[in-house]
T-cell receptor, first 114, second 114 residues
């Protein structure tokens, strides 16, 4: 089945630093979504991308939908302690057997020291 | 708060038992998705409903079933429970269930099978 490769698996940074993480796929996606999950909570939608090449910002977060439609990245600028959590990329392939379900990456665990 | 509600928050039961997880989608959303999150498998799609009808199936075991009611709330039924069914179960909703549709996740139900 389709898989998403998300990297890095974990990051340890200082407060104020910028962060970058990315996801790649072996197949084309129609939509890329980025979520953040805190322990014991549900994933919270951060950014949604719908067009190849699209660059979208949400405060200090910026994400891009790759031109090939097989990758996406998320940048966080000037990190703060509340950025700590697990960040997931999710892709929505063309509708098929799995309908419009999302395929998730394994997550990037972000730790921020002040 | 995503607007998606799930009950119960925690569920502890024994092997061989049956449980029901409940989800209410965001107001106006017609589609409900169920996902399972475990440490080794990550977030995996189980099943999708749209306006009361099953739309797509993922890696859902035959021991698991779901339905969406006329008021659009959904229930996930897990039977003959095994230790390996212990996981976080999330419900997500989207407006139409089509492509380019953002999915919003509930807080999840943590199932522990002893």
């Amino acid at each position: 089945g389709q898989q998403l490769n998300q990297s890095p698996q974990s990051m340890f940074i200082q407060e104020g630093e910028d962060v970058s993480m990315n996801c790649t796929s072996s197949s084309i996606f129609n939509t890329w979504l980025w979520y953040k999950q805190d322990p014991g909570e549900g994933p919270v939608l951060l950014i949604a991308l719908y067009k190849a090449g699209e660059l979208t910002s949400n405060g200090r977060l910026t994400a891009q939908f790759g031109i090939t439609r097989k990758d996406s990245f998320l940048n966080i600028s000037a990190s703060i302690p509340s950025d700590v959590g697990i960040y997931f990329c999710a892709g929505q392939p063309s509708p098929g057997q799995a309908g419009t379900a999302l395929i998730f990456g394994k997550g990037t665990t972000l730790s921020v020291s002040s | 708060d995503s607007g998606v509600t799930q009950t119960p928050k925690h569920l502890i039961t024994a092997t061989g038992q049956r449980v029901t997880l409940r989800c209410s989608p965001r107001s106006g959303d017609l589609s409900v998705y169920w996902y399972q999150q475990s440490l080794d498998q990550g977030l995996q799609f189980l099943i999708q409903y749209y306006n009361g009808e099953e739309r797509a199936k993922g890696n859902i075991l035959e021991r698991f079933s779901a339905q969406q009611f006329p008021d659009l709330h959904s229930e996930l039924n897990l039977s003959s429970l095994e230790l390996g069914d212990s996981a976080l179960y999330f419900c997500a909703s989207s407006a139409s269930g089509g492509v380019n549709n953002e999915q919003f996740f509930g807080p999840g139900t943590r199932l522990t099978v002893l």
